[in-house]
């Protein structure tokens, strides 16, 4: 068979295509004009994005599943949708990150070239449909991360997290890639949909071998319990602008690899990883919550929210089915717009010299900051799963998914840990709203525009909470 | 429609409120005034169809995947609610108006309170029990912000975070339980589950849910256990307390026990659980009632003895005592609110709520006494007033749910008990206040209060003599509404009156009137100064709740601290050793055979080899910290045992490759190493401790096991039969079609000639970077260091060769001349490995390198600037040009309409040469070799110029390096 390519069997890919040309272009702007105009490359990021984001939709799979490049790359609904929300988030980080940037003087085109290489990671992941394309996509992503936890060349903690992270990812992706080359060996395939249609009946020793490796993989990426040590530590050591980032749009690269390659690809082997999966979600839903409490630094706190929220996560994955993997994507996508908010608070209350991470700095902050103190809340609120917030429906569906598969243990475990996170959500809004405001805080940053697009993005937190049904049957739609 | 204003006006009322400026408090009140009157309105607008028995619903699509709609359903309780609310939100907005102060931000407060009063109604009208949870939770949310709203105040903050906390805790567990509710009925509205109450009480869920929901109502109406929240609460503004806390939020909790009751009620799960928490409730909280000294204090443990009066009747499983909760919720809700206004009224006017030092007030404000007076009355339970009526009735039920045994005597009695205290502390709060001589140091001089203050408690004081003394004319016809709402035709018959003959309950009430007056006289005689109520006054639940908080803040603390490190080798340990785990996890049940395939027999001469490899590549690791030099000389020992390895399994094109590659990186290594210092010196004194010793044993043990395991599984793997192999596929079709002998280098430039096209790419690129970042690199002082054996005259050096000579002078003599006799070989070797490269060992890749190589040595022996004065290559055109001609062979293919990079071969028949074979691939191949050399020469470039570079200040005379 002679292959050849085709428009056809191209445009599918276009998204990918059109931003790994974005990013060169990018680049030699970059290079050119970086010197003179500072901002130019941000902006044109963001225009970037917009374009890809219009193409994307333009070459969307409404319904069809179309494999390309010898089954190695899939376009269907589900990584349209994904990719879609992509582009939102990473938008929205861009655009509250770049007066932090700006006044720590490392605004440079690198920054927006490397998110943008991330996220062609996450593209890749999102729409792999081979083992290999998996791989790439996670060392595509993980590698442009690591270079931006270690952005601020100046700063030696960024340095340190980048350097753990770096050492730890390494060994996650060779656990990865071990577990893989297992599963190759055994199962003869790499196609994720071969690999679905061999793999039926009892799983053999070596199979699960392999698959423990891939799931401790998956664990890592997520950042779960017992694999969760990289996590607070670079999201505190990172710039806040790269939190932001980091705790948002990979997100859902880890929702796709862990739903492409375990869901879909081993879904064979289903019984058996849903029970480890349901033992890191447990203990990241127990320790994520119960570390919390001890925090003094609200990125940390969030980083160990994020570990419980990971957990919460997993469980929709645990459900094994249809109705709890969708769960899972509504949940991700409840907490990725969530997190936006809560890390876009702390990167617009931090000015230069002063990172505003300390929960000390939130002190009375009501007072001297109320629209961000309020979306603030709104997030602490929505992360406690208190209703008519996101972060309920987005429980409640977890709950409802295991409830349907009798994970009746689960459940409990589930509440009482949300019982105890209410602890520490609320910890924050009696601080910002009945503490009295310490002297010497610098002001908040105080562009219209950001805090515009805050403001909506807090809203949207309380808006998809009391109109949940858009977001949830889309959600169903793409998973059911 | 008219269901989805009622709710929709408060909130749409609270984001009005909370955009008017912070001085507009009687925009604000007249606002919120009419929005409750509003409400109240529309739900008597419905009375007509409610009295006549239709349940008004509407319901609208919300999330139907979940089987959720947003459905609101008006009954007759429910429309007695919904009035109660409104009516009650109505008096409390009046009265708020004239209580806050102008100095308090009132928008925050109205927004607030009228976004809770939509709450309430939410819950009250919801038709679908997880709506329900929703307005449950906002409820609390608002009650949290409510009592917080003086939040200057430590004990306004700690009392909302403690009452947000144990609500917002019982919201979860209620959420669970209508879960449970929902996967048992098979839906979540609220007509299916009371159509099913046979089936829920059968089913094995029962127990499990009616805890988890007794722990929500109970949570909620501030019943023991759970009790000590709403004390604390009353850091609240007082229009606050009568509001949410005496009047509905805290009903919310009875509401939905009465609202279910139908479904749940009737086993003796129910009896214990309900009627046990209401009964030491009403006890407790009317026992510390009589002895506290704040006033609102004692009308908060009065909330939850009555709350428990409610809850207990709730729990007797009967009819009538059902009746008799609901007609008790709207009695305690008028003479409550009204005594919590009069409480507010004496804090207002006199600026002290303190039992001990108020006395006389009736001088004063003879009006207020006279309100506080009978609404007192009322809670006492006197004859006449509303209080009375329903305690009658309740006294009656405590009578007959016991039974027959010990309960039939312990439950009145302790009914008994607890009217008893109930008339002790009414009068005690009555007498202490307004009686006795006028009080003499007061804050401010008391006086009677503005009109609109006093105006919505005498109200509801009307309101209870009205009840108390013609009960069916005026509330009669509104419960028997309610009533049959809730039990439809299980409704028995009841009479609404004062008199009903001489029976035990009547003697009972008379008994508790005289009982607790004469408790008062004793205990006011004696003189004692009531602090402490006896007995149970260290039975605090605040106490419990402060312990655990504090425990859990402690113990997560700790547990960070001993479990977990920012260490990166105690992270990798933790991780390595739960991966580990994870693994060995299968293989403990299963255990994991070696395979079966042939193995390779083992020659005693290739173990040698590879044990001296091994040993190698220990030593580098050990060393790789301390002395540089070592570790790269055993990494290239560890790379030559590689490339003979692969010599001996007859690879010889990977040998030539891996030994190419060793040099050339070896090289470069060491030109980068000039800039790091040699040795590194460690100062910790920890180093050598037993500890440290110890943690060190523990990492190389942890290290071995976890390289062995990967080994043998390794090992495992690969001596089982493998799926289909790639090998054969290539072995097969190298020569024909391919047209090469060497498979390996046929691989690299025709089968996967696009992957090898990027790879050169990004040496290109990565030589450039290597380039761009070194250029303005300058060497950190203390790296500039001579060499040992430069500085001690053992060789010549540390000045530059001199580019103009033909020889460099001293030791480098020879080996120049030598390095430069080896150049033309070199070429030529590298030329003649280029070209035979498709069918014997080598190719480009190998050409380039060992040309390179030739380079090196050229720069190593002659110096930088020697070399770059004769160097006719220039790297940057090399790389160029390399990946020109890859490109070209790539697009010839396109002339003879093939894809990109297909292999085109041309058969030249040339006279005197013979035929030659002509093949794109060798063009590729060329564009490798050319690219190969031009990266490793700009590298070398880059590396050797900062030899050049550091000691240009000691040396002004010589070429600046930089010029070049």
């Known amino acids: 068979m002679q292959p050849t390519f085709t428009w056809s069997g191209v445009a599918p890919a276009l998204p990918e295509i059109y931003l790994a040309a974005a990013i060169c272009v990018l680049l030699m702007v970059e290079v050119f004009f970086g010197e003179r105009r500072r901002g130019l490359t941000g902006t044109l990021t963001l225009l970037a994005i917009a374009g890809g984001a219009a193409l994307t939709l333009a070459c969307a799979q409404v319904d069809a599943r179309v494999t390309l490049f010898s089954g190695m790359y899939v376009a269907d609904p589900l990584g349209t949708v994904l990719k879609l929300f992509a582009f939102l988030f990473l938008a929205l980080a861009l655009l509250y990150s770049r007066a932090y940037l700006e006044q720590r003087d490392i605004l440079r085109g690198e920054f927006y070239v490397l998110a943008l290489s991330a996220l062609l990671g996450v593209f890749v992941l999102v729409s792999a449909n081979s083992l290999l394309s998996v791989y790439i996509g996670v060392e595509l992503l993980a590698l442009s991360v690591y270079a931006m936890v270690a952005f601020d060349r100046t700063s030696g903690v960024a340095a340190e997290s980048a350097m753990k992270y770096f050492v730890l990812g390494a060994i996650a992706s060779g656990t990865l890639i071990y577990g893989m080359s297992m599963v190759y060996g055994l199962s003869g395939t790499l196609r994720l949909d071969d690999l679905a249609a061999r793999l039926t009946e009892a799983p053999s020793l070596g199979l699960v071998l392999g698959l423990v490796f891939i799931v401790v993989a998956v664990g890592f990426k997520f950042g779960a319990v017992p694999f969760h040590m990289w996590l607070p530590d670079v999201y505190h050591g990172a710039p806040t602008a790269v939190t932001l980032f980091i705790a948002t749009v990979p997100k859902i690269a880890y929702f796709a690899l862990a739903f492409r390659l375990l869901a879909y690809g081993l879904g064979g082997l289903t019984g058996s990883w849903t029970q480890m999966l349901a033992v890191l979600a447990v203990l990241s839903l127990v320790v994520g919550t119960v570390i919390a409490l001890a925090q003094t630094n609200i990125k940390r706190l969030l980083a160990y929210s994020a570990v419980a929220n990971v957990g919460f996560l997993l469980l929709g994955f645990v459900a094994g089915t249809p109705t709890g993997y969708g769960a899972a994507l509504y949940y991700m996508l409840a907490y990725v717009i969530v997190t936006l908010a809560g890390f876009g608070v702390v990167v617009v209350a931090s000015r230069r010299g002063f990172e505003a991470d300390e929960l000390e700095h939130y002190k009375g902050f009501h007072a001297r900051d109320p629209m961000l103190a309020l979306s603030m809340m709104v997030v602490m609120f929505s992360t406690a799963g208190v209703p008519p917030f996101i972060g309920f429906w987005a429980k409640l569906r977890i709950i409802e998914a295991l409830w349907e598969t009798g994970h009746l243990w689960l459940v409990i475990i589930a509440a009482a840990a949300s019982v105890v996170g209410l602890f520490y959500y609320l910890r924050v809004v009696k601080l910002m709203y009945f503490d009295a405001v310490p002297a010497g805080l610098p002001a908040t940053e105080k562009r219209t525009g950001v805090r515009f697009a805050l403001g909506l993005n807090a809203l949207a937190v309380l808006a998809l909470g009391v109109v949940p049904n858009p977001l949830l049957e889309l959600c169903e739609r793409l998973l059911g | 429609m008219t269901l989805a204003l009622i709710v929709l006006l408060p909130f749409l009322g609270s984001l009005c409120a909370a955009c008017l400026p912070a001085s507009a408090r009687n925009a604000e009140a007249w606002l919120a005034g009419i929005v409750a009157t509003g409400c109240a309105a529309l739900a008597a607008s419905l009375f007509p169809e409610i009295a006549a028995g239709h349940v008004v619903r509407l319901s609208i699509p919300w999330l139907p995947q979940a089987g959720l709609e947003l459905y609101l359903r008006m009954d007759g309780y429910a429309w007695l609610f919904t009035l109660l609310v409104s009516v009650m939100g109505a008096l409390v907005v009046l009265y708020a108006r004239y209580y806050m102060s102008p100095r308090d931000p009132v928008p925050r407060f109205f927004s607030f309170l009228m976004a809770f009063m939509g709450s309430m109604l939410g819950i009250v009208l919801s038709g679908n029990l997880i709506q329900l949870v929703v307005f449950w939770e906002l409820t609390s949310i608002t009650s949290f912000m409510l009592i917080a709203y003086w939040y200057h105040r430590p004990e306004a903050r700690h009392g909302a975070r403690m009452a947000a906390i144990v609500t917002g805790g019982g919201g ?205 009355g009322a809670m006492a339970g006197v004859p006449l007033l509303n209080g009375f009526l329903s305690k009658e009735m309740f006294f009656t039920e405590s009578l007959q749910a016991g039974g027959t045994g010990g309960l039939g005597i312990a439950l009145p009695a302790l009914a008994g008990l607890a009217g008893v205290f109930s008339v002790a502390y009414s009068l005690r709060f009555i007498h202490q206040v307004f009686f006795g001589p006028p009080a003499t140091a007061l804050p401010r001089t008391p006086r009677e209060p503005t009109r609109g203050m006093l105006l919505p408690s005498a109200l509801l004081v009307l309101g209870c003599l009205l009840i108390g003394m013609l009960p069916e004319r005026t509330v009669g016809g509104a419960l028997a509404i309610a009533a049959h709402a809730l039990l439809g035709d299980r409704l028995p018959d009841y009479r609404l009156a004062i008199w009903h003959g001489f029976t035990a309950s009547l003697l009972m009430s008379f008994v508790a009137l005289a009982g607790g007056t004469a408790l008062y006289v004793v205990l006011y005689v004696r003189g004692r100064a009531l602090r402490r109520t006896p007995l149970i006054s260290r039975l605090s639940g605040k106490r419990g709740f402060d312990v655990l908080n504090v425990t859990i803040f402690r113990g997560a603390r700790r547990f960070v601290r001993t479990a977990f490190s920012q260490r990166l080798q105690v992270q990798l340990l933790l991780i390595v050793g739960a991966a580990a785990v994870a693994a060995l996890l299968p293989l403990w049940r299963g255990g994991l055979a070696f395979g079966d395939a042939p193995l390779t027999p083992l020659d005693p001469t290739f173990a040698m080899l590879w044990l001296a490899g091994a040993i190698c590549a220990v030593g580098a690791a050990v060393q790789a910290k301390f002395h540089r030099l070592m570790a790269l000389i055993m990494v290239g020992c560890v790379g030559l045992v590689t490339s003979l390895t692969f010599a001996w399994f007859s690879a010889p094109d990977l040998a030539l490759t891996q030994l190419t590659v060793e040099v050339i990186t070896t090289v470069l290594i060491l030109l980068g190493l000039r800039w790091l210092p040699r040795r590194i010196q460690f100062q910790e004194p920890l180093r050598h401790t037993l500890r440290a010793r110890l943690r060190r044993s523990r990492d190389a043990a942890f290290a071995i096991a976890i390289g062995v395991g990967m080994a043998a599984l390794a090992f495992a793997m690969l001596t089982r039969p493998g799926a289909s192999r790639l090998g054969p596929f290539f072995l097969q079709n190298a020569l024909e079609p391919a047209g090469g002998r060497n498979v390996v280098n046929v691989i690299l430039v025709d089968f996967r000639a696009f992957d090898t096209l990027g790879e050169i790419t990004v040496v290109g690129i990565v030589a450039l970077v290597v380039y761009a970042l070194l250029r303005r690199f300058r060497p950190a002082a203390e790296s500039i260091d001579v060499p040992r054996a430069q500085r001690e005259g053992l060789i010549g050096g540390g000045a530059h060769a001199d580019p103009r000579a033909l020889l460099p002078e001293g030791d480098l003599k020879i080996p120049a001349v030598l390095g430069r006799l080896l150049l033309p070989l070199a070429a030529l070797v590298s030329v003649y490995f280029l070209l035979r490269g498709h069918d014997a060992p080598g190719g480009g890749f190998v050409g380039g390198l060992i040309l390179a190589t030739a380079m090196i040595v050229q720069y190593m022996v002659g110096g930088a600037l020697w070399v770059e004065s004769r160097l006719r290559i220039h790297p940057q055109v090399w790389i160029a040009l390399g990946l020109l001609a890859a490109v070209a062979a790539g697009l010839a293919a396109w002339f003879a309409a093939r894809p990109f990079l297909t292999a085109q071969v041309l058969e030249l028949h040339a006279p005197l040469i013979g035929t030659v074979h002509l093949s794109s691939v060798l063009l590729f191949d060329l564009g490798v070799y050319l690219l190969v050399v031009g990266a490793a020469l700009l590298m070398l470039v880059a590396l050797a110029h900062q030899s050049l570079r550091s000691p240009r200040r000691e040396l002004p005379g010589a070429v600046d390096g930089a010029a070049l």
């Open chain 2, 172 to 376: 979860l567990s209620l959420l669970l339980a209508v879960l449970m509710l929902g996967q048992i009925v098979g839906s979540y509205s609220l007509d299916d589950v009371l159509a099913a109450g046979d089936l829920i009480r059968a089913h094995r869920w029962y127990p499990a849910m009616l805890v988890l929901l007794a722990a929500a109502v109970l949570t909620k109406s501030a019943q023991f256990p759970f009790h000590f929240w709403l004390p604390h609460a009353m850091a609240a503004p007082t229009p606050v307390s009568a509001y949410l806390h005496s009047a509905t939020m805290v009903k919310a909790g009875v509401f939905l026990l009465a609202r279910l009751w139908p479904a749940l009620a009737g086993t003796e799960l129910w009896f214990w659980l309900i009627c046990g928490g209401g009964a030491a409730s009403l006890l407790l909280g009317a026992a510390s009632a009589t002895f506290q000294r704040d006033m609102k204090a004692v009308l908060a443990y009065s909330t939850v003895s009555h709350l428990g009066l409610i809850t207990m009747l709730l729990g007797m499983n009967s009819e009538l005592a059902l009746i008799a909760a609901v007609f008790h919720m709207m009695n305690h809700a008028t003479f409550k609110a009204s005594l919590f206004m009069a409480t507010g009224i004496v804090d207002h006017e006199t600026g002290t709520r303190d039992l001990s030092r108020l006395s006389g007030l009736r001088h004063a404000m003879p009006l207020t006494a006279t309100v506080a007076f009978v609404a007192a």
